[in-house]
């Protein structure tokens, strides 16, 4: 955003993940999750990791893949063009025009040279080869009434490419990173992307060490 511009946040997460692995904690331990932006943040790290960026902290350096990454309503593509984005211009919890201003906010002044990092799964074809030493695998969770959700399938399409234990979960009715707000309102635990939450979790975490 304007005051802390693009890489600031993928520094953090990559901060933050090469602490907990310093501490110990085995990386079959550790699923990273993320809503919205979160969501391509978690790609974002993948890409690092790959592809070290030398303008951020070094990644950590992984001897296994992380147990798994949980996107939840994933914001990977910083334009509106999506036929989804007209479609479910008023369902969504957010509208057209707000879309259009975030986008505006994170592209402001970002370098085209960190493009590849910023919208991973727009880059040229191979850039997340080798994702899978990252990532053991992916669960998606998305509304079928959110604005950026023909781009969320395109986005499962891209990862599973690379990461072949890769889900996408469309709940009926709900609108963007509605799992969450479930929560928020003392709704939460009901839906199919609930429970794939829950069996995603599980299911990543089945072999952690104790």
């Known amino acids: 955003m304007p005051d802390n511009p693009?890489?600031?946040q993928l520094n953090q997460a990559n901060v933050a993940l090469t602490h907990l692995l310093n501490k110990g904690i085995p990386s079959s331990n550790i699923i990273l999750g993320g809503d919205s932006g979160g969501g391509n943040l978690i790609i974002q790290l993948g890409a690092h990791i790959l592809h070290p960026l030398s303008s951020i902290s070094a990644p950590p350096t992984l001897t296994q893949p992380l147990?798994?990454?949980l996107l939840i309503s994933p914001w990977n593509i910083y334009n509106v063009d999506s036929p989804s984005y007209a479609r479910n211009?008023?369902?969504?919890?957010?509208?057209?025009?707000?879309?259009?201003?975030?986008?505006?906010?994170?592209?402001?002044?970002?370098?085209?040279e960190l493009q590849d990092y910023s919208e991973p799964t727009l880059a040229?074809?191979?850039?997340?080869?080798?994702?899978?030493?990252?990532?053991?695998?992916?669960?998606?969770?998305?509304?079928?009434?959110?604005?950026?959700i023909?781009?969320?399938k395109e986005t499962r399409d891209i990862l599973s490419r690379y990461v072949s234990d890769t889900e996408l979960v469309i709940e009926q009715g709900s609108a963007h990173g509605e799992v969450i707000y479930r929560f928020a309102t003392k709704e939460g635990g009901v839906g199919k992307d609930w429970d794939a939450i829950i069996a995603f979790s599980s299911k990543s975490l089945a072999g952690a060490s104790k």
């Open 6 to 8: 693009f890489p600031t």
């Open 67 to 69: 147990a798994g990454g």
């Open 89 to 112: 211009d008023k369902k969504d919890v957010l509208d057209l025009p707000c879309y259009m201003f975030l986008n505006s906010l994170v592209k402001r002044g970002l370098d085209p």
């Open 124 to 148: 040229p074809a191979g850039w997340l080869k080798g994702l899978d030493k990252v990532y053991s695998r992916f669960c998606i969770i998305a509304g079928d009434e959110e604005c950026p």
């Open 150 to 152: 023909d781009q969320t």
